[in-house]
């Protein structure tokens, strides 16, 4: 399994940005397919954003236009671009990782411990 270790939530105002990274560990990290999700209070975790190996793209329509998803391969990072933020983008955000399928079949095997973004109003 693949160690990912998420950070850059926090709170921000209604309009504003953060960008989320998620560090991953492990030999393998180049050939992973990569995802956010997040998980509102009392709301099952949902899909954000996946990336594939090669930088083929899905979102979800709640950030479609608002949110990029982003990898380094030398730094064995992934970022997710939050731009125009909502309060109804509050949730934890995790960072996942799957085979190199798993951008459009969202069949991830391992997964961060979650950074909270807060967006008020």
């Known amino acids: 399994q693949v160690q990912l270790v998420e950070s850059g939530g926090g709170l921000v105002q209604a309009g504003g940005s953060l960008r989320l990274s998620c560090a991953a560990s492990g030999s393998t990290f180049s050939i992973n397919s990569m995802g956010w999700y997040r998980q509102a209070p009392g709301k099952q975790r949902e899909l954000v954003a996946t990336?594939?190996?090669?930088?083929?793209?899905n979102y979800a329509d709640s950030g479609k236009g608002r949110f990029t998803i982003s990898r380094d391969n030398a730094k064995n990072t992934v970022y997710l671009q939050m731009n125009s933020l909502k309060p109804e983008d509050t949730a934890v955000y995790y960072c996942?990782?799957?085979?190199?399928?798993?951008?459009?079949?969202?069949?991830?095997?391992?997964w961060g411990q979650g950074t909270q973004v807060t967006v008020s109003s």
């Open positions: 996942s990782a799957g085979p190199s399928t798993a951008w459009g079949t969202q069949k991830f095997d391992s």
């Open positions: 990336i594939s190996p090669s930088g083929l793209r």
